[in-house]
C-alpha cells in the first residue's frame, strides 16, 4: 500500500503533503482541493489509471492488473463522498463539487484513495 | 492468526413456493445458534454476525443483537462481534446503540467486538430515508458520540449534524474498559486505511487476497503507529480477512458440498445490488436456474483467474468464487499461511450460506478445527510479538482482544 515517502513526482509528492498538512489542521475541504488537484494531473499523466464508475452488472473487463503481476485492483473516483466526476469526449476528468464542507473520514478517504492511485501511477 | 465465524443468516427461499416456509427463519436462526455454540466448544475464537435490513434471502439477521445476547447465554469463550451495527442515526440512533452494547457485554461478561458501518445498499439504507452520499459521515458523527456515551459520567449530550441529544447517562455501562474494541466495516482499500487513521481495527469483508493484505498491513500500521485522530478512548489495531469456508476430507467434497453456497451467496449479493422486488423475488430459484444449466457450467470453468478491476465487482465475484478455503484440511492451511505470511490478525470464515446443509456445516467446523486451526494458534504468540514490536512507543492506551 501507498505511502507518501514513495512518491516521485515532486508537484504530485508536495500537493499531497499539502493535503495532509490540512487534515491535521482540520481544513477537509482543503485536503479535498488538494487531492482533486493531484487526481487531476496524474489523469493527465497517465490516464490509464483512471476508472469510470463501473456497473457492477457489466461485462468483467479483462484483469491487466492481474496479468500484470499487480496486487489490488483500480478503484473509480469515490465520488459518493461528494465530489462528482464526470468525462468528456477526450475522457479527461471533470470534478464537481457537490458541497463545501467535508467530514474527517471523507477527507482521509480521499486523501489515502488518491494516494493510492499516485503510487499506481508512479509503477505505471 | 485467530479464526472467526461471519453469519448472515441466509436463508434462500424454497424452490417450489413463493414465500418461506413456517419454520424456514426459525430453523436457520437455531441451527446458526447451535453451530455457534459448536464452534465456542472447538475453539473458534470470535462470531461475528452482520445487521442487514430488508435483504430478502441474502442476510436475515436485522436485530443481531438479540441473537447475539441467545449466543451469549449459550457460549463461554467466544467474542461476539457486531459484524457491523450500522452507526448513521436514522438506522440506529447512537444512545440506543451505546446501550445495547453495555448491556451485551454484561450478559456475555465482557466479550463484545464492536464492529460500527454505514450500511451499504440503496434497498436498506433507502427503506431508513438515509442520505446515501451523508453516510459515511453521519457513521463518524454517530460512532464518536456512542463511544463518548460508553465513557462519560454523565454524557454531556450533543448539537450535531446528525443527532441532537440533551445531557443524560447513558447506563448501563460495558464491562469492558473504556469501551469494547471497536472496528469498522472495512471492503475499501481506503476504508481500511481510515480505520487506521481513526484507531480502530478494519473488519474486512472484501474477501481480500493475501496480497491485498500484505499491501493493507504495511500501510495500516504506518498510520496506528502515527494516529492523531482516534475516534474512541482506546485504540483496537488489528486486521481482519473474509472467505467463504467448507472443510471437507477431500477437496472433491468439499466442492460437492460447499461450493454451491458459495455461488449463491455471490448472486443473491449481486441481486440485492440492482434486481430487488420487494417481497416478490424467489432468489434462490433465479439462482438455481442459471447454476444448473449447462452452458453457465461450461462459462465457469472458462472464466478461471481473470479478475474485474474494479474493487466492488472484485468482491462481486471473487464472493461467489470457491476462493481458498473450500477444500480439504491442506489445501485450507496451505492458502491460510499465505495470510499468517501478511501477519493478517483475524480469518472471518462464511460456513452458512446458500443451500448448505446444517450437518455439514457442523462436521465442516468440527474438521477446520481440529485439522487446519492448531498450527495457527500455536504460532499465534509470533504474531502477538510483531504486533507489540509495531505499537511499540506508541502511546494511546490499547484495548484488543487479538
Keep these: ?124 | 492468526m485467530k479464526f472467526g465465524l461471519m453469519f448472515q443468516l441466509q436463508t434462500p427461499k424454497p424452490l417450489d413456493a413463493d414465500q418461506w416456509g413456517a419454520h424456514d427463519e426459525l430453523n436457520i436462526y437455531h441451527e446458526a445458534l447451535e453451530q455457534i455454540e459448536f464452534a465456542d466448544q472447538l475453539g473458534y475464537d470470535y462470531v461475528f454476525i452482520t445487521e442487514h435490513h430488508f435483504l430478502e434471502e441474502y442476510c436475515h439477521s436485522s436485530a443481531p443483537e438479540v441473537f447475539l445476547a441467545a449466543a451469549a447465554a449459550r457460549t463461554k469463550n467466544i467474542r461476539l462481534g457486531h459484524g457491523i451495527v450500522q452507526m448513521p442515526p436514522q438506522q440506529n440512533h447512537p444512545a440506543r446503540v451505546a446501550e445495547r452494547i453495555a448491556a451485551l457485554d454484561l450478559v456475555s461478561r465482557g466479550r463484545v467486538e464492536f464492529g460500527t458501518g454505514e450500511g451499504a445498499t440503496t434497498t436498506e439504507i433507502g427503506g431508513f430515508l438515509t442520505n446515501h452520499q451523508e453516510k459515511k459521515q453521519a457513521w463518524e458523527e454517530a460512532t464518536r458520540e456512542c463511544l463518548r456515551m460508553m465513557t462519560s459520567v454523565p454524557y454531556p449530550g450533543y448539537e450535531g449534524k446528525y443527532f441532537s441529544m440533551p445531557e443524560r447517562n447513558i447506563i448501563p455501562k460495558p464491562l469492558q474498559k473504556p469501551h469494547p474494541p471497536v472496528w469498522v466495516a472495512s471492503s475499501r482499500t481506503e476504508t481500511v486505511m481510515l480505520a487506521a487513521r481513526f484507531g480502530v481495527g478494519a473488519l474486512g469483508v472484501g474477501f481480500e487476497t493475501p496480497e491485498d493484505t500484505e499491501e493493507r498491513v504495511t500501510r495500516y500500521w504506518e498510520l496506528i503507529r502515527s494516529c492523531r485522530h482516534p475516534i474512541g478512548a482506546a485504540i483496537n489495531p488489528g486486521l481482519i480477512a473474509g472467505g467463504n469456508m467448507f472443510c471437507a476430507k477431500t477437496d472433491a467434497e468439499a466442492v460437492q458440498k460447499g461450493l454451491s453456497g458459495a455461488q449463491y451467496f455471490g448472486f443473491v449479493f449481486g441481486w440485492m445490488h440492482g434486481h430487488a422486488t420487494y417481497g416478490r423475488d424467489n432468489v434462490y430459484r433465479e439462482f438455481r436456474k442459471r447454476a444448473d444449466a449447462e452452458d453457465t457450467a461450461q462459462a465457469r470453468e472458462a472464466a478461471t483467474a481473470l479478475e474485474p478491476e474494479d474493487e466492488s465487482a472484485r468482491v462481486l465475484y471473487r464472493m461467489s468464487r470457491r476462493g481458498m478455503f473450500i477444500g480439504s484440511p491442506q489445501f485450507i492451511r496451505e492458502n491460510i499461511r499465505q495470510y499468517e505470511a501478511a501477519h493478517l490478525d483475524i480469518l472471518n470464515l462464511f460456513s452458512q450460506c446458500g443451500d448448505r446443509k446444517h450437518e455439514d456445516i457442523m462436521e465442516s467446523l468440527e474438521l477446520f478445527a481440529k485439522e487446519v486451526m492448531p498450527e495457527f494458534k500455536e504460532r499465534h504468540h509470533l504474531q502477538q510479538k510483531w504486533r507489540e514490536q509495531q505499537l511499540d512507543g506508541v502511546k494511546l492506551p490499547v484495548h484488543s482482544s487479538i
Excluded at chain 1, 27 to 45: F, G, M, N, S
Aim: glycine share 4%; with cysteine.
Design chain 1, 1 to 124: 500500500m501507498a505511502s507518501l515517502t514513495e512518491i516521485i513526482d515532486p508537484n504530485v509528492k508536495t500537493t499531497l503533503l499539502e493535503a495532509e498538512q490540512a487534515l491535521d489542521a482540520g481544513d477537509y475541504l482543503e485536503t479535498v482541493r488538494k487531492c482533486v488537484e493531484v487526481y487531476r494531473h496524474i489523469a493527465a499523466q497517465h490516464p490509464t489509471i483512471v476508472r469510470k464508475p463501473q456497473n457492477l452488472f457489466a461485462e468483467l473487463p479483462r484483469a491487466r492488473s492481474v496479468r500484470e503481476g499487480r496486487g489490488n485492483a483500480l478503484r473509480p473516483w469515490p465520488e459518493m463522498l461528494g465530489v462528482g466526476i464526470s468525462f468528456d469526449e477526450h475522457d479527461t476528468p471533470h470534478f464537481t463539487f457537490e458541497k463545501d464542507t467535508f467530514s474527517l473520514s471523507e477527507a482521509v478517504s480521499y486523501f489515502e484513495y488518491t494516494l493510492d492511485a499516485a503510487i499506481r501511477a508512479q509503477r505505471g
